[in-house]
Nanobody
Framework: QVQLVESGGQLVEPGGSLRLSCAAS????????MGWYRQAPGKQREFVAS???????DYADSVKARFAISRDNDKNTVSLQMNSPKLEDTAVYYC???????????WGQGTQVTVSS
């Protein structure tokens, strides 16, 4: 059974820091591209960051230089370090696992991040 379980979401002040984690199970983690997406109230889900099976990273322009994605293939986890969060980073953050050749696309249930003073 495939599972992606996010954790770490909470209330954080602007300019603070926060680390989200996603624990994966039920699939061959190391061959999957992993990503983080977010959805704010009244908006569509949007891309935040991704890391390929080979470790190549990509970021949305809005978070570049503030957020950092990483993965641990031994622990089957992917993390998102959020530095200097802004009010507009408030959203539900979702973990995604994708394997293009196998046409597999998995999503977690999401974790709420609220940036507020």
């Amino acid at each position: 059974q495939v599972q992606l379980v996010e954790s770490g979401g909470q209330l954080v002040e602007p300019g603070g820091s926060l680390r989200l984690s996603c624990a994966a199970s039920g699939f061959f983690f190391k061959i999957y591209d992993m990503g983080w997406y977010r959805q704010a109230p009244g908006k569509q889900r949007e891309f935040v960051a991704s890391i390929s099976d080979r470790g190549r990273t990509d970021y949305a322009d809005s978070v570049k230089a503030r957020f950092a994605i990483s993965r641990d293939n031994d622990k089957n986890t992917v993390s998102l370090q959020m530095n200097s969060p802004k009010l507009e980073d408030t959203a539900v953050y979702y973990c995604n696992a994708r394997e293009v050749v196998l046409k597999r696309d998995y999503w977690g249930q999401g974790t709420q991040v609220t940036v507020s003073s």
